[in-house]
């Protein structure tokens, strides 16, 4: 069983329909493309989260799909 870290569902339904319609394009782009299969996935998760969410820093977000990155969001709103 997954460790859930979070306190709540902070995911409805139409987030894991959105990410799983993202991991499909990535697999149409790398099949067609023969691109670097996680630049592939890491790039059409961040065109979803851009065109949902006007305040998405997508180069925040890149930084942060690196191993060892730290993925933990601020809680006091700092930018980055």
């Known amino acids: 069983m997954a460790n859930h870290s979070l306190s709540r569902n902070k995911f409805a339904k139409r987030?894991?329909?959105?990410i799983?319609?993202?991991?499909?394009d990535a697999r149409m782009?790398?099949?067609c493309n023969?691109?670097?299969q996680m630049e592939c996935v890491?790039?059409?998760l961040a065109d979803l989260?851009?065109?949902?969410?006007?305040?998405f820093k997508r180069d925040r977000f890149m930084h942060a799909?690196?191993?060892?990155a730290n993925v933990r969001a601020r809680s006091n709103g700092g930018s980055r």
């Open 15 to 18: 987030h894991y329909e959105a």
């Open 20 to 24: 799983a319609q993202a991991m499909q």
């Open 29 to 31: 782009h790398i099949r």
């Open 34 to 36: 023969g691109i670097e």
């Open 42 to 44: 890491v790039n059409i």
């Open 49 to 55: 989260f851009a065109g949902d969410n006007g305040m």
């Open 65 to 68: 799909c690196e191993p060892g």
